[in-house]
T-cell receptor
């Protein structure tokens, strides 16, 4: 596609439920990143994929969070047993090396509200 | 750990005025990225700086990276209402291609 696509754009869930957030990167982009943006915390890195492997998962806040990427394209971020503190905007970005730089292009995000 | 400090946190300027936003790191950066975000939208890439002393311009926005590659400034000339939004600086503290760390952002309002 022309840009990074994320779905759903908004998600309201009850505490304790599992949620899946989807990211469709720009076609041909090998790197994919998940970030979380919450009030007072700014933008936090969650996980980074190069192809289908995740060399850096250091930002995942707990074992309730997991992500996978298949076919070097679409990625899914799963949050199990959601808690109220998981409420945030989840942003996905993708990039490809161009002349030694890795400009990250972001999707519009998924706004998650845990009630 | 690596942190980026942005200043000011928020800014209100009159249309037509110039303004500068700063981004400072405690460590040398491999790359410095400026993004703009409007409420409910993702981050829009503005500019990337890699070399010490580098300066880039796009329309009325100029970004600079100091020689030590630890401080960057974003300057907007003759601000317009369309410039309003949140400006974020992001940086790669390690090799290129890894995740970015971000400053907390500067909220810009432009009054007409």
């Amino acid at each position: 596609g022309a840009g990074v696509s994320q779905s759903p754009s908004n998600k309201v869930t009850e505490k304790g439920k599992d949620v899946e957030l989807r990211c469709d990167p720009i076609s041909g982009h090998t790197a994919l990143y998940w970030y979380r943006q919450s009030l007072g915390q700014g933008l936090e890195f969650l996980i980074y994929f190069q192809g289908n492997s995740a060399p850096d998962k250091s930002g995942l806040p707990s074992d309730r969070f997991s992500a996978e990427r298949t076919g070097g394209s679409v990625s899914t971020l799963t949050i199990q047993r959601t808690q109220q503190e998981d409420s945030a905007v989840y942003l996905c970005a993708s990039s490809i090396p161009t002349s030694g730089s890795y400009i990250q292009y972001f999707g519009a995000g998924t706004r998650l509200s845990v009630l | 750990s690596q942190e980026l400090e942005q200043s000011p946190q928020s800014l209100i300027v009159q249309e037509g005025k110039n303004l500068t936003i700063n981004c400072t790191s405690s460590k040398t950066l491999y790359g410095l990225y400026w993004y703009k975000q409007k409420y409910g939208e993702g981050l829009i890439f503005l500019m990337m700086l890699q070399k010490g002393g580098e300066e880039k311009s796009h329309e009325k926005i100029t970004a600079k990276l100091d020689e030590k590659k630890q401080q960057s400034s974003l300057h907007i000339t003759a601000s317009q209402p369309s410039h309003a939004g949140i400006y974020l600086c992001g940086a790669t503290p390690r090799q290129a291609g890894t995740a970015l760390i971000f400053g907390k952002g500067t909220t810009l309002s432009v009054s007409s």
